[in-house]
């Protein structure tokens, strides 16, 4: 295909995939017929893969990525699905490393057309192909229109809320205010001055999924559900000075030995990325973040990895902790037998939360849990059991900062 081509599809089920030289971010947005998503719930990627008629397919490192919409599922109203790529390296470009798309039988896995955009220099993300609907027939389209602003100016043109970084404050902001929370936060007395400012909605991934709630210590250990928030506190009182991170897991066949790595990532504010603690760095932010050091097998009872971490000596720029987990070995997760996370009271060794990942995916990379500051001071914690393509805590930094 060219620019601006069409073909009619010959199945109702198609998966487009996105090939290059890189890794890349795949994803598909369903939009109307004014050319906007009806809400964030429209944009489909790695960390919401799925939506009405819509999926992300991961190629599992080995092959690529991939976009399948069934047209006989998409809901009346949707006119128009846009398949888009950008490298998965911050900044990279794609001169040079020109991607091709080929647009399938998601059935049978025959090629239906192929489109490589010509002449792509500064672009780094683009609108490879549509799929869209006309006179009642749907038909796909080859775009290859190019944005140098990355994925997030694609999705602003097509109305997914993208969060804007804040301009700096004059003084520093007192208090300090963190990306969206989770759940409602009450807000700040008014005596304090200056105001926190409005803050903008979180991207679809930070939404708690339906029936997903807050609970409390008040009743003591607390068994968390994926996406459930445990607020830290105990009868209205700031409960936790300091905190360990347990993580454990066993081989899940064979007996084979497993390299699991768990890792805490800081951000500030603005989702910015300020340090990592895992096997290759074992403390940061002065001490107040330290890791146990790595274990290369899995093997014995307890937990296998812990990662302590002093809440009270946290800088005030730091307001979200996203914790992590790796199989640096290379096994998917779907190997690993009892993978668990758990948070101890470090100075009364009493075991406050536990997140048993229950439902393995054949990934590499899992975002276990995550705290987050809230308005008050308090820190709530919730539990993700997110899985993503990356061996290593580096690869974890932006879909975790997405995931905040």
Same mark, same amino acid.
């Given at each position: ?6 073909i #009619?599809?010959?199945a109702a089920?198609v998966?487009?995939?996105?090939a *290059?030289p890189?890794?890349?971010?795949v994803?598909g947005l369903?939009l109307?017929a004014d050319?906007?998503?009806?809400? &964030? ?13 819509v999926?992300y397919?991961?190629?599992g490192?080995g092959?690529p990525?991939?976009i399948i919409? +069934?047209?006989?599922a998409? #809901?009346p109203g !949707?006119?128009?699905?846009? /398949?888009t790529a950008?490298?998965? *390296? ?5 001169q040079? !490393? ?8 998601a &059935?049978n896995?025959s $090629?239906l057309a192929?489109?490589t ?6 672009e780094t993300a683009l ?7 006309r006179?009642?027939?749907?038909k796909a ?9 990355g994925?997030a100016g694609i999705?602003?043109?097509f ?6 970084p804040a301009?700096?404050? /004059?003084?520093?902001p007192q208090p300090v205010?963190p990306?969206?929370p989770?759940t409602?936060a009450p ?7 200056? $105001?926190?400012p409005?803050v903008?909605?979180a #991207?679809?991934a930070?939404?708690?999924?339906p029936?997903a ?11 968390l559900?994926?996406?459930?928030t ?7 009182r700031?409960l936790l000075a300091?905190?360990?991170?347990g993580?454990g897991?066993?081989? *899940?066949y064979?007996g *084979?030995?497993? +390299?699991?790595?768990?890792?805490v !990532?800081?951000?500030? #504010?603005q989702r910015?990325h300020i340090?990592?603690?895992?096997f ?7 001490? $107040?973040v330290?890791?146990?050091? &790595? ?13 302590v971490?002093?809440?009270g ?5 730091v307001?979200g902790?996203v914790?992590t987990?790796?199989?640096?070995s290379?096994?998917?997760f779907?190997?690993? $037998?009892k993978?668990?996370?758990r ?6 060794? %009493? %075991?406050?939360v536990?997140?048993d990942l229950?439902?393995a995916?054949?990934?590499?990379g899992?975002?276990?849990a995550?705290l987050?500051r809230?308005f008050t001071?308090?820190?709530?914690m919730?539990a993700?059991g997110d ?6 805590v580096?690869?974890m ?6 995931a905040?």
């Amino acid at each position: 295909m060219t620019p601006g081509s069409n073909i #009619p599809l010959a199945a109702a089920r198609v998966a487009v995939d996105v090939a *290059a030289p890189v890794r890349l971010d795949v994803s598909g947005l369903l939009l109307t017929a004014d050319g906007k998503v009806r809400s &964030d719930d429209d944009f489909i990627f790695y960390n919401q893969p799925s939506g009405p008629g819509v999926t992300y397919r991961s190629g599992g490192g080995g092959a690529p990525d991939a976009i399948i919409v +069934d047209t006989t599922a998409v #809901p009346p109203g !949707i006119e128009k699905i846009v /398949v888009t790529a950008s490298p998965d *390296a911050a900044g990279q470009t794609f001169q040079g !490393i020109e991607p091709t798309a080929t647009i399938r039988d998601a &059935d049978n896995g025959s $090629a239906l057309a192929t489109f490589t955009p010509p002449r792509l220099g500064t672009e780094t993300a683009l609108v490879v192909v549509e799929i869209y609907l006309r006179g009642g027939q749907w038909k796909a389209r080859a775009v290859g229109q190019g944005y140098a602003d990355g994925l997030a100016g694609i999705a602003t043109d097509f109305g997914v809320t993208v969060e804007e970084p804040a301009p700096a404050p /004059v003084a520093p902001p007192q208090p300090v205010v963190p990306p969206q929370p989770l759940t409602p936060a009450p807000p700040a007395p008014a005596a304090q001055s200056p $105001a926190a400012p409005p803050v903008p909605p979180a #991207p679809p991934a930070a939404v708690p999924a339906p029936g997903a709630g807050k609970v409390n210590l008040d009743k003591g250990r607390v068994s968390l559900q994926k996406n459930q928030t445990v607020s830290l506190v105990k009868g209205g009182r700031p409960l936790l000075a300091r905190v360990k991170m347990g993580l454990g897991w066993e081989p *899940a066949y064979r007996g *084979a030995d497993i +390299d699991l790595d768990a890792s805490v !990532i800081a951000y500030g #504010p603005q989702r910015n990325h300020i340090d990592s603690c895992y096997f290759g760095k074992l403390t940061i932010l002065n001490g $107040a973040v330290k890791h146990s050091g &790595d274990n290369l097998t899995g093997e014995g009872a307890g937990d296998d990895e812990v990662i302590v971490v002093d809440l009270g000596r946290l800088p005030q720029e730091v307001t979200g902790l996203v914790f992590t987990v790796n199989s640096f070995s290379g096994q998917k997760f779907t190997e690993v $037998a009892k993978a668990y996370c758990r948070l101890v009271d470090a100075t009364t060794e %009493e %075991e406050l939360v536990r997140f048993d990942l229950t439902h393995a995916e054949p990934q590499t990379g899992v975002m276990m849990a995550k705290l987050i500051r809230q308005f008050t001071g308090e820190w709530e914690m919730t539990a993700m059991g997110d899985f993503v393509k990356a061996r290593t805590v580096r690869n974890m930094v932006k879909p975790a900062a997405q995931a905040l």
